[in-house]
């Protein structure tokens, strides 16, 4: 009798088995577009560069200063000894299987002023507007009165300030 209950036992463990291959199988090989999909391995996205909105676009107005412009964009990431009026700001971003994304932004001066700009980015169509909605307002509720953490611990031990 045990015997006879083992052996159907096996059978449906079998089974089971065979359908649960068939599953992860059926799965990995549709829903999977490359085999680098299945790596277990991390692979973390790489960005580097600087990092330009179209705000931080908006802002730039010619005839600002070198010291201005910074102010705005940040430092350069390339600034080359023979084109000292040119600044570039390079941005590249790798993300796991997908082609490298590379954005460039060169801003160009004429002795210390800004002259012109150029590049991916493109400057916002309404400045205002993305400011306005950057403004958070943040509501703190009023004290009531309560004890606090010290206080509290004061009192357990037998001392009360209120008096």
Excluded at 38 to 56: K, M, R
Excluded at 83 to 97: A, G, I, L
Excluded at 107 to 135: C, H, T, W
Aim: charged share 25%.
């Amino acid at each position: 009798m045990n015997r006879v209950i083992f052996s159907e036992l096996q059978k449906i463990v079998l089974r089971m088995k065979n359908i649960l291959i068939t599953l992860i199988l059926g799965l990995t090989l549709t829903g999977c577009s490359s085999w680098s999909d299945l790596s277990l391995v991390h692979t973390p996205d790489i960005q580097q560069g600087n990092i330009i909105t179209p705000e931080q676009v908006a802002e730039l107005k010619p005839g600002m200063s070198k010291r201005q412009v910074r102010f705005v964009l940040g430092t350069p990431l390339l600034r080359d000894v023979f084109h000292q009026e040119r600044w570039d700001y390079p941005f590249t971003m790798k993300k796991r299987n997908e082609p490298m994304e590379i954005k460039r932004f060169s801003v160009y001066f004429e002795g210390d002023e800004l002259a012109r700009y150029e590049g991916d980015i493109m400057p916002a169509a309404d400045l205002e507007a993305s400011k306005d909605n950057k403004e958070i307002i943040v509501s703190v509720p009023d004290y009531k009165g309560g004890k606090g953490l010290v206080e509290s611990g004061l009192n357990l031990i037998g001392i009360d300030l209120d008096e």
